[in-house]
DNA sequence: TTGAGGATTCTC
DNA sequence: AGAATCCTCAAA
């Protein structure tokens, strides 16, 4: 851990091995964990997807690797940063092994420090729900661009990291097809925290 | 070199 | 419901 990720009393980074597991498995757990910046944004996840490389049809990683999905490939714990339809970026956690392409989209969070700095990234925003409620509404607030790109989660080697607090993920989480694709849009691999007003398409 | 298709968001 | 907006990649 870098110095620069302002750490809470009992926050703990994930380890590397969270990550290492196929990313049905990591998504559901990664819900209430938190994602946190270098002097800036923290947000409890609530929204994920799960995108298993070349199982996956929806998956950017399907048909193999690119420039683009490069860093989907490498070391599980890094941040996978895409630009989409031309106007958002949307961040996703790498999972599994080294080589498989898998990870998982983080779709929404709620925020819990730095919302001064998220309402001033998103103009858009009105009220709290608006701040993150959305993948691209998430990494706006948080700032997260291209830059961000292979970021090491693990080791926050660029300021960005997710942690736990302790709350363990929902006993009984929502689950339900992922949103905005059209290939294997019948896979049940989207998790949310039941009730939480956060969670996108509300 | 070309063009179709996006893991979205905002406004009307 | 439609617009905004541009990168990516396969195919020619």
Redesign the pocket.
């Known amino acids: 851990m870098t110095p620069d990720i302002h750490m809470q009393d009992g926050w703990s980074v994930l380890p590397r091995a969270f990550y290492r597991r196929y990313p049905t498995h990591v998504a559901p757990e990664l819900l209430n964990k938190i994602l946190v910046r270098a002097d800036g944004p923290a947000a409890r996840i609530v929204e994920v997807?799960a995108?298993a490389g070349g199982d996956d049809p929806?998956?950017?990683?399907f048909?193999?690797?690119?420039?683009?999905?490069a860093t989907?490939f490498g070391e599980p714990g890094h941040l996978?940063v895409?630009?989409?339809?031309?106007?958002?970026w949307?961040c996703?956690a790498v999972c599994g092994e080294i080589g498989s392409g898998m990870?998982?989209?983080l779709?929404?969070a709620e925020p819990l420090l730095g919302q001064d700095a998220m309402f001033q990234a998103?103009?858009?925003?009105r009220r709290g729900r608006?701040l993150a409620?959305?993948?691209?509404?998430?990494?706006?607030a948080f700032g997260i661009t291209?830059e961000l790109d292979g970021a090491d989660l693990v080791t926050a080697n660029r300021g960005i990291s997710i942690v736990s607090d302790g709350l363990p993920p929902p006993v009984a989480p929502q689950v339900g097809p992922?949103?905005?694709?059209?290939?294997a849009a019948d896979f049940p691999w989207r998790w949310h925290v039941p009730g939480n007003p956060h969670v996108?398409?509300r």
């Open positions: 997807e995108y929806a998956a950017h990683s048909r193999g690797a690119t420039p683009r999905n989907m996978y895409y630009f989409s339809y031309g106007m958002h949307c996703n990870a998982v989209l779709r929404a998103r103009k858009a925003a608006d409620s959305g993948p691209g509404k998430l990494s706006q291209r992922r949103i905005g694709i059209s290939r996108s398409r």
